[in-house]
């Protein structure tokens, strides 16, 4: 065989149909919970992660993992849990 014949097979894209995410389509995905003391009393409240803040992200196929520049981990599994 020579080179030619051997040459590397890349793998196919598993998901060629899937759309790919930007940084900001994952971050639209995925909230962050902060604990807001309002007095005595304790909230969650729920906010949006801007794109500037993303790091990095994965789209799994059934939820999308956003990691923040300050290296927090965030998860839109948690998100639809709730």
Do not use: N, W
């Not at 040459?7 to 995905?29: F, H, I, N």
């Amino acid at each position: 065989m020579s080179m030619q014949e051997r040459s590397v097979q890349k793998p196919e894209d598993p998901k060629p149909e899937a759309k790919r995410l930007s940084a900001a389509e994952a971050a639209k995905l995925v909230k962050r919970t902060v604990v807001v003391k309002d007095g005595d009393a304790e909230r969650a409240k729920v906010l949006p992660i801007a794109a500037k803040e993303v790091l990095s992200f994965r789209d799994y196929g059934t939820h999308v993992v956003v990691v923040t520049t300050d290296g927090q981990k965030f998860s839109s599994a948690e998100a639809e849990a709730a």
